[in-house]
Every structure is written in structure tokens, then in C-alpha cells.
């Protein structure tokens, strides 16, 4: 999936970066961190490398707007732009089996 989140001043995202998770500076009130998925990762050939992130524990309220962006459920995953077979493909043929075995509560997501 795409991911596009806005932190406006709020701290506390992490991305891995040599092995060790490093802050990653704040958006600000006009700016946007565009963050791609292992999968995407894969079905653009690796041109553009999908990173390790996480949120780390803040002692204050923090808030952000995230909006996630994926393929349909019918789409095919199982090659890249090129043709070359992704690491999800070994496995899934379409988007929509591929996401309720990596989310596990695909129904909580989307319905």
C-alpha cells in the first residue's frame, strides 16, 4: 500500500535506517510523508525502496492523519511492472487473498 500521513508538529515516527530506528522530523502544518509498502516495493521493481517504520511511545496526545491507498481486491499482484514475479506472488495471485493473510482482520479494514 501507499501510505500519505501529515504529522503537522507532533514527534514520534521511526524509520529504520543501518539497522537502527532514527526520528523522522516533523511535517509540519503543509507538508506530507509519502511512505510505499514491501508490496509496492515489489511491483515497481524496487526503484523506489519501501522503508521499516514504527511510532514510538510519546509521554504526550499526538496526533496525525494518515490516508492508506491500496490496489482493488482483483488486482494482480503477482507480477511486477516488468513481468518478473513479486515475493507476493510466489504465493497469491490477487491483491484481496494477499491482504487478509498480511492483516489477519482484513474486516476491520475494509467493509
Do not use: C
Not at 516533523?26 to 516495493?41: C, P, Q, R, Y
Not at 487478509?100 to 476491520?108: R, T
Amino acid at each position: 500500500t501507499v501510505t500519505v500521513l501529515s504529522t503537522f508538529n507532533n514527534a514520534g515516527l521511526e524509520i529504520l535506517y543501518k539497522n537502527q530506528y532514527r526520528t523522522v522530523p516533523v511535517t509540519g502544518e503543509n507538508s506530507f510523508i509519502v511512505n510505499i509498502g514491501k508490496l509496492v516495493d515489489d511491483l515497481i521493481d524496487n526503484k523506489v525502496p519501501a522503508v521499516r517504520h514504527r511510532v514510538a511511545e510519546v509521554d504526550f496526545d499526538r496526533y496525525s492523519i494518515t490516508y492508506f491507498l491500496g490496489p482493488q481486491f482483483d488486482a494482480d499482484i503477482s507480477r511486477s511492472m516488468t513481468g518478473k514475479l513479486t515475493d507476493a506472488g510466489q504465493k497469491y495471485t490477487i491483491f484481496g487473498e494477499w491482504i487478509k493473510d498480511y492483516l489477519g482482520a482484513i474486516e476491520l479494514f475494509y467493509y
